[in-house]
């Protein structure tokens, strides 16, 4: 059996102030295979954000481990990508100058940076725009450039927190879509936070339910659905039944 790519083993954390004390989340156990893809669903508030500041060393648990490729989390430096719910892009760099941002600090040469940019350009549907700044981009364009930025972090396991929460609903149904074919064609490890329940279920092999603050995971659902997935499948049975599964466990 492969070794998981992500285990999380009784992970807890508690925020201190001076006049109060915050548990966020209580004995979280989770494990995320190599190529798998794992949505993360829960109420507002939940700690399903504060899971990828310890993924990736942001912050620290108070208890509980984080292994990373069979190793604890802090004995050895891993680059993680991670995509936070806003797209972050500079506004004052052209969408290539954004893109070469992991790159430089990788310290690829200049010009090999922008040959690989060059290569991924037409995969996230942004052929054309290398020039453009982020105001002159749509909502979904931007969103596809701050993807297209993660993936070149050196790593094969991403990090997304709601990346299409922003966006309308005719949008974001184009680029749940487009997730996944660009998923399959890079064969990454992903994490991946919603509050909609179709989305996880659209997208993902597995979905985990956390609980209302503190945190806890009190459902997994496997997603049977075939692959390669298309978004008319959210009105077949089987859909409907995971969603009704997950939504269950939410109430």
Not at 39 to 53: M, Q
Request: aromatic share 6%.
């Amino acid at each position: 059996m492969a070794t998981p790519k992500i285990v999380l083993e009784n992970v807890a954390k508690t925020y201190h102030q001076e006049d109060h004390t915050l548990e966020v989340l209580a004995d979280i156990s989770i494990h995320v295979d190599p190529g798998e893809f794992v949505s993360i669903i829960g109420p507002s508030g939940c700690g399903k954000s504060t899971l990828f500041k310890l993924i990736t060393g942001v912050d620290r648990q108070d208890r509980g481990d984080i292994i990373i490729d069979g190793q604890k989390a802090g004995r050895t430096i891993r680059r993680i990508g991670y995509m936070p719910q806003k797209d972050q892009l500079m506004p004052w760099k052209t969408l290539m100058e954004n893109a070469l941002l992991p790159l430089q600090i990788q310290g690829v040469p200049r010009t090999e940076a922008i040959a690989r940019v060059n290569e991924l350009l037409p995969v996230f549907g942004l052929e054309g725009f290398a020039k453009a700044y982020p105001a002159q981009l749509s909502g979904g364009m931007r969103q596809r450039g701050a993807l297209l930025r993660t993936v070149l972090i050196d790593s094969d396991l991403i990090l997304l927190d709601e990346p299409f929460g922003a966006l309308d609903a005719i949008t974001r149904e184009k680029m749940q879509v487009w997730l996944l074919e660009v998923w399959e064609k890079l064969n990454r490890t992903v994490i991946f936070i919603t509050h909609s329940v179709d989305e996880a279920v659209l997208l993902s092999d597995r979905v985990y339910v956390m609980s209302q603050r503190p945190g806890r995971i009190i459902a997994e659902e496997i997603i049977s659905l075939h692959r390669p997935r298309k978004w008319d499948m959210i009105t077949t049975p089987e859909f409907l039944q995971h969603k009704e599964n997950l939504l269950r466990s939410l109430i």
